[in-house]
């Protein structure tokens, strides 16, 4: 286990006095070393709050987030910053994640002339120059702005600088889902190449199952804060088994789903400020019954993989 988190539980005030946004409600899970854990679900359940909250960008209300046996939130100061330097984020957006009045040179050379105080001008640059090379980047390219740049290569750039200083773990929040599909699976393959070579695990933040098929080992869904269900990958789009996931893969168009009659998913979701009681999944499931509105469903093993539902045998 490279990463665990424990009991996550981060909400955010309103307007309102009385009322939060309850975006990630005590959540567990392991994050194995080298591998690809995907969050999946729809927008507003709480996948990139609890991604944030995973590396310490953003400190959770209780919980913990524990890298390599200790707990980042119990640690200051320069222990801080060296787990933080195993702990990387490559954003959705790479237009806005850049800052557009450095050079390609320099938004690469920053971590690592934070975190390596010892090393020369031309070692920085040396090291700069290897990162452009691993993403595929042309060295000439150094000294350009982020405007010079398509979107697949600025999120090329920003994988560079993810990778700058040898994380153990990157959370990769949606980080192809601003660029053309044509674009998409050249900066996936690059991640999962970058992942070869350099043993990273990836916390992959995504609403698109296509995209998490071909990248994740194990997936994660979440509904309203909670997981729902949680294995490996093959097991999960071969039989999904929580109600929820089995909405999520119909709607995906494919192959074999053409012509199939759809369970829609139907229903708003529910707001994350007003969660529905029992099983917060309970106003969109076509299974729904009684014990689903007063109890909520824990987490337990189904199958070689966790679920929760009351309904999953
Ligand atoms: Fe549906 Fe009940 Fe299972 Fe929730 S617990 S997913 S409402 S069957
Ligand atoms: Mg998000």
Redesign the pocket.
Known sequence: VVLRLKNIVKEFPTSKKNKRVHAVSDISLDIYENETLALVGESGCGKSTLGKCAIGLIPPDSGESIFLGENIYDKRGNDLKNIKKNLQIIFQDPYASLNPRMSVGEIIAEPIITHNKGLNKSQIKERVLELMEDVGIRKEYYHRYPHQFSGGQRQRIGIARAIALDPKLIVCDEPVSALDVSIQSQVLNLLKDIQERRKASYLFISHDLSVVNFIADRVCVMFLGKVCEIGNTDDIFEKPL???TRLLLDAVPSIENAGKKREILKGEIPSPIDIPTG?R??TR?P???EI?ITKE?ELREVCGRYVA????K
Request: charge should be neutral; glycine fraction near 0%; charged fraction near 0%.
């Open positions: 929580h109600p929820y099983c999944f309970h499931c299974y729904c019954s689903c469903p539902c009351h309904i999953v």
